[in-house]
């Protein structure tokens, strides 16, 4: 199966590391991905192949991947507040899949 | 600067036809894949298809196959997505992306449009 299975909802204090967890099939072969999407905006790429920071993401975001699991960590702020999404390749190589979204409240 | 455009959202009827245009700027077009990725209101991201550079390689998602024809034109720097027996549960943004990765590492979007709605409704 291609698909990839995050919780809905993940809520945290300002300065605590928020986990958000990606599960999936897919996840054995192939990178893992995290775009960030706040309220009216375009998702951004915040983590890619597995744990690597674009230019200009803080250091506060981190990756891994571990067999079929995929963990975002966020030594969270009240402006991370959004929604995250996993994404990968699809085991086939050609589809591409991403998870049901997660909701991070930092309060 | 690396700029992404879509253009051609608007209101239509169930069973109706869209033609969506994604124009590309501050990057060499024809040396991506490209792809679009919709958002339903108040749902997740749904990648909807892709195409290579040279459109030899295309693919749909389950969903749309049969009804959606992505396209591109490099000589413009523009994506298309034609769209037709639209059906209510295609009411969404749609966002074009750009590709970057290889077939052995994955394909990822690293390049986002501001998206353009499209509302399937009588």
């Known amino acids: 199966s291609d698909e990839l299975t995050q919780p809905p909802s993940v809520s945290v204090s300002p300065g605590q590391t928020a986990r958000i967890t990606c599960s999936g099939d897919a996840l054995a072969k192939k990178y893992a991905y995290w775009y960030q999407q706040k309220s009216g905006q375009a998702p951004v790429l915040v983590i890619y192949?597995?744990f690597k920071r674009p230019s200009g993401i803080p250091e506060r975001f981190s990756g891994s991947r571990s067999g079929t699991m995929a963990t975002l960590s966020i030594s969270a702020q009240v402006e991370d507040e959004g929604d995250y999404y996993c994404?990968?390749?699809?085991?086939?190589?050609?589809?591409?899949?991403f998870g049901g979204g997660t909701k991070l409240t930092v309060l | 600067q690396r700029q992404l455009l879509e253009s051609g959202g608007g209101l239509v009827k169930p069973g109706e036809s869209l033609r969506l245009s994604c124009a590309a700027a501050?990057?060499?077009?024809?040396?991506?894949?490209m792809s679009w990725i919709r958002q339903a209101p108040g749902k997740g991201l749904e990648w909807v298809s892709y195409?290579?550079?040279?459109?030899?390689?295309?693919d749909y998602a389950d969903s749309v196959r049969g009804r959606f024809t992505i396209s591109r034109d490099n000589a413009k720097n523009s994506l298309y997505l034609q769209m037709n027996s639209l059906r209510g549960e295609d009411t969404a943004v749609y966002y074009c992306?750009?590709?970057?990765?290889?077939?052995?590492?994955?394909?990822?979007?690293?390049?986002w449009g501001r998206g353009t709605l499209v509302t399937v409704s009588s």
């Open positions: 195409i290579s550079e040279s459109s030899t390689y295309i």
């Open positions: 992306a750009r590709e970057w990765g290889s077939s052995s590492a994955g394909w990822y979007f690293d390049v």
């Open positions: 192949e597995d």
């Open positions: 994404y990968s390749t699809g085991s086939s190589g050609n589809h591409r899949v």
């Open positions: 501050g990057f060499i077009f024809s040396d991506y894949y």
